[in-house]
């Protein structure tokens, strides 16, 4: 009987594992799918919600550490001046609290090369690093 009990606990317990495994691992990608939303369809007021209170942004070699606010009109005018056809990110990568894309944006008839840094703090994640930059 104990031995059917411990079999039981132990079925139970890998299950339980496997299945919190995959919920961590899916989540590894999942922030990175309302970003690539917004930057493909040129958002900032979206995007912006994202943001770090402060950092660092570089449009087309133009920037540096930036407040929300600054952050936010600086991409406003890129994708006022490149108006977005699409973005696909192309490779992710990270660890704990730190996460890191590679995507290519299609906009005003070029292309070009975002890299997005995010951290997190329990469940809320924040775009600290964010750069375009043409692809030549």
Known sequence: ???VIKSS???VALTLMACLGAKAQSGDYDVFNPIAKYISRGDTDALSAWFSGNLEI???GNGGNSS???????????FESYTPRSFRITYTAGRANMKYALGTLSAGGESFLVTIFVSS???????????IERVQ
């Open 9 to 11: 606990f132990l079925t």
């Open 68 to 78: 929300r606010n600054q952050a936010k009109q600086i991409l406003r005018s890129f």
């Open 121 to 131: 703090k329990g469940d809320t994640y924040n775009i600290q690093q964010l750069k």
């Open 1 to 3: 009987m104990r031995a």
């Open 58 to 60: 570089s449009v087309l």
